[in-house]
């Protein structure tokens, strides 16, 4: 057989090609012209319009922002036959950077209304994620790429309609479509788009304090640093993130130009030190706030006289954040990176004199307005409040954990987590909401349900289960007294036969005895198994033939230390003391079969043992005595 180019044939005819995905953390997007009665000239020279109006609104809305990792950027491109801006941005742990890129789309579709946006991230369409508790249920991962769309500041889906996603097709036939025939239903069947206000409001709910949340996204605070750093991070505040990454995901080999022998060779040597207010993102300023740092040779001196609790955290941060932009230029993987020819650059003209280092003076006009750090801290009881909902009813407006942001966030999750377990029809898929615009089923199930489900609420309403007497079963199996009315354990107990024949005298529906018997049989089934497997052996003494009629090893105990102590109080004691006792057998058991390893033993008894000096060989004996 002659082989294919690509060597793919061994996957069959039909297979196209492996599912495509993202990498971590990252946004991509894109933007269409679908008119088509425009040509691809045409085409091209609008998009490259609103990439001109792009770079406009960019610098008005992020003046002063700071990227977390990589920022907002549109490149005119050409795929699958198609002209467009398209867009890739890895947003890292600042998830905010993703929803203000969500932001500038839509605000771009709002002036350009014959642009159509598609914006995806690791998780797909994230926006239908956003909106899973309005979206109808036909409209489920598998079958949701290239369905969602953002056109005028709406939110569009393209629905399963027969002619309109795959003309010919029947719309049982469901699969995710094609870029291609997306666009190809946008152009000619654009009136019979799916628009819904409800879904909109909740795939952009996160965009409702856009753009005051900004701004709202960064954190000013004082530190000492190098003047010479001060002088870079002058020029730019945006060099600080790279700096803050490679702090955060440092390693062994990043910290040697910390440990050098030389500490002249620094590039930022803490010997000229000045207080500056530096721009953080509040997920950068996190991440250097909570980490554990041994401070630097270099540092020790200066960390040694800050005697205030002011002092002491701004020199940390500034120590920290320092010791960042050391590795960054340090790192030979970073030497082709923007930033770090940037700021070569500039310490080169600060070598050549063609540029001076700041004096205390010009740094002080530079703004010194501190943030609180109040949103780092977390009250355990504000918490429950915002759980709760009532953090709002306590007389305390505005106070609470976080921002207003995060709060409503988290107000929000919890109550479509109480939605969703308040459905009774959610079942393994997740939650399932009936809407009006849930139509895709309508003709089925009016043809073939009606019925069905009358009969699954007949079956429902015939089939009874008690909860006590399988309890009682599955105590007796497990080698367990079964329990009183009043909650203490007894010798004696129902019985399988006494469930049968409860069973058999009711006058229930024969479907119900049934299902009784059927439990009753697994339960059998699975005691057997247990029995032959010794799983169900808790002490040397051997089960009858039966758990009727035959002592219990709890009850043959109990009449072991009757025999010592000829009371009623001591036997019930003393069976507590029986079972407490097979526990810890059975746990020092699991103990000793770990071998000194790490296993279930140890981590639930959370200690340390002594071996088993009974069962330790000859030459284990040194060993043993050692420990």
């Known amino acids: 057989m002659e082989e294919t180019a690509d060597g793919l044939e061994g996957f069959g005819k039909d297979f196209q090609e492996f599912p495509r995905r993202l990498p971590d953390d990252c946004v991509e997007y894109s933007m269409y012209v ?135 097709r029947s719309s049982v036939d469901c699969r995710a479509l094609t870029l291609k025939e997306a666009c190809t239903c946008i152009r000619e069947a654009r009136s019979q788009l799916l628009h819904s206000s409800t879904i909109e409001a909740d795939a952009f709910y996160r965009l409702r304090n856009y753009p005051q949340q900004i701004n709202g996204s960064l954190h000013h605070a004082a530190v000492r640093i190098p003047r010479k750093l001060a002088y870079v991070l002058h020029q730019s505040a945006a060099y600080l993130s790279p700096a803050v990454e490679a702090f955060y995901l440092r390693d062994s080999i990043a910290l040697r130009p910390l440990q050098a022998q030389n500490q002249n060779d620094l590039v930022f040597h803490p010997k000229d030190l000045v207080t500056m207010v530096v721009k953080f993102t509040k997920v950068g300023f996190a991440q250097v706030k909570s980490q554990q740092f041994s401070t630097p040779a270099a540092w020790i001196s200066v960390v040694s006289t800050m005697k205030d609790e002011r002092s002491m955290a701004g020199t940390e941060i500034g120590m920290k954040i320092t010791s960042g932009f050391e590795m960054l230029v340090a790192d030979p993987q970073n030497q082709d990176h923007k930033v770090v020819r940037e700021i070569k650059l500039l310490l080169e003209d600060l070598d050549s004199g063609e540029d001076q280092l700041p004096s205390d003076a010009e740094i002080s006009h530079w703004g010194m307005v501190e943030d609180d750090e109040a949103w780092l801290d977390v009250n355990f009881e504000d918490f429950d409040n915002e759980l709760s909902g009532t953090s709002q009813g306590q007389g305390t407006p505005g106070k609470g954990f976080g921002d207003k942001s995060a709060q409503e966030d988290l107000q929000k999750m919890v109550a479509r987590f109480k939605d969703f377990l308040d459905d009774d029809a959610a079942g393994s898929e997740g939650a399932e909401y009936l809407d009006d615009m849930d139509n895709d089923n309508d003709e089925d199930d009016d043809d073939g349900h009606a019925s069905g489900d009358t009969s699954s609420e007949e079956e429902d309403g015939l089939i009874s289960f008690d909860e006590d007497k399988f309890a009682t079963m599955m105590r007796e199996m497990m080698g367990m007294p079964p329990e009183t009315e009043d909650g203490q354990s007894i010798t004696g107990g129902v019985t399988r036969a006494s469930i049968v024949g409860d069973v058999r005298a009711s006058g229930v529906h024969s479907s119900a005895r049934e299902e009784e018997l059927e439990v009753l049989r697994l339960s059998q089934a699975m005691e057997a198994e247990l029995k032959a497997a010794g799983a169900l052996q808790l002490d040397s003494v051997p089960y009858g033939s039966g758990l009727n009629g035959t002592k219990s090893i709890f009850k043959g105990r109990r009449e072991r230390a009757a025999e010592v102590e000829d009371s009623e109080d001591d036997n019930d004691n003393d069976s507590d003391l029986d079972i407490d006792f097979n526990l810890a057998k059975n746990l020092l058991e699991s103990f000793k079969s770990q071998i000194g390893a790490a296993g279930p033993g140890s981590s639930i008894m959370g200690m340390r043992l002594p071996r088993d000096q009974d069962s330790a060989t000859p030459q284990d004996q040194p060993a043993a005595n050692l420990r």
Not at 142 to 167: C, K, T
């Open 34 to 168: 679908l008119d088509h009665t425009l040509k691809d000239a045409e085409i091209r020279e609008r998009l490259r319009n609103v990439q001109s109006a792009t770079s406009t609104l960019t610098r008005k809305l992020l003046k002063d922002f700071i990227w977390q990792r990589e920022g907002f950027a549109l490149e005119l491109v050409r795929e699958d036959g198609l002209s467009s801006l398209h867009g890739r941005t890895n947003y890292g742990d600042s998830v905010q950077d993703e929803w203000l890129i969500v932001y500038i789309l839509r605000e771009l579709s709002k002036q350009f209304q014959d642009i159509w946006v598609k914006v995806v991230d690791t998780d797909g369409e994230f926006l239908l994620i956003e909106a899973a508790n309005s979206i109808p249920r036909w409209l489920n991962p598998e079958i949701a790429d290239n369905r969602v769309w953002i056109n005028s500041g709406q939110l569009f889906i393209i629905p399963m309609v027969d002619g309109v996603d795959r003309p010919g």
